[in-house]
């Protein structure tokens, strides 16, 4: 803990100018800046509309926060996900999720969110991956783009719903690629594995 020069010595003048009564400085945390990638395809269709929920919750708890989401390409849908008339927020839905639910291609996606949105990134970043892993690319190219990533935010965490099924290993060629940049690899299956995030989160 370093000194409060200044609060120690007005509180010295109580005790006739002897520092009997020292003053800290607090070191304020900053709130991190969440950057939230839901895998929205055809693979992850039972588990999307969960996530998108979540997405929601991030992005209007957290000032700075952003939301995406992605298949074979990628979207920003933080503007939806703030939008507090839910009639308006379906519209906005209808219109930006055409083509959901069909193929993955998560190191393309990761390679356009580089591309348009990496200058978000910076070294108070948490970003957060959804996905089972089941990418239809060349698993060189998740990677590659995970590093890009990595490089420059302060934590990646990956999380994967098929992570909360018993037995399950994540042996696909796009998951192991992955698993090495990855800061935290964790369960997302169900409202109390994310609710156990939360501490993960705080400590990141």
């Not at 409060?4 to 109580?14: A, D, E, K, M």
């Not at 209007?60 to 308006?88: E, P, W």
């Not at 934590?155 to 018993?166: A, Q």
Request: a positive charge; charged letters at 20%; aromatic letters at 8%.
């Amino acid at each position: 803990r370093r000194v409060h020069v200044g609060r120690t010595v007005r509180n010295s003048l109580r005790f006739g100018g002897t520092p009997l009564q020292r003053a800290y400085r607090q070191r304020n945390k900053r709130q991190p800046r969440l950057l939230l990638l839901v895998d929205v395809s055809r693979s992850m269709s039972m588990y999307s509309t969960v996530f998108l929920r979540f997405a929601r919750g991030i992005v209007n708890a957290f000032s700075d926060a952003d939301a995406f989401a992605y298949h074979t390409r990628l979207v920003h849908i933080s503007a939806a996900m703030r939008q507090t008339d839910f009639v308006k927020l379906q519209h906005a839905l209808a219109l930006i999720s055409q083509g959901w639910s069909g193929g993955t291609r998560i190191g393309d996606c990761l390679q356009g969110f580089n591309r348009d949105y990496g200058r978000r990134v910076n070294a108070h970043s948490v970003v957060v991956i959804v996905s089972d892993g089941l990418d239809t690319g060349p698993p060189e190219l998740l990677a590659q783009q995970l590093a890009g990533i990595k490089r420059h935010c302060r934590k990646l965490v990956w999380l994967n719903p098929l992570l909360g099924r018993p037995g399950y290993e994540p042996r696909t060629a796009s998951m192991l690629a992955a698993l090495p940049l990855v800061d935290l690899f964790a369960p997302a299956h169900n409202l109390q594995s994310l609710m156990a995030l939360e501490s993960d989160l705080i400590n990141l």
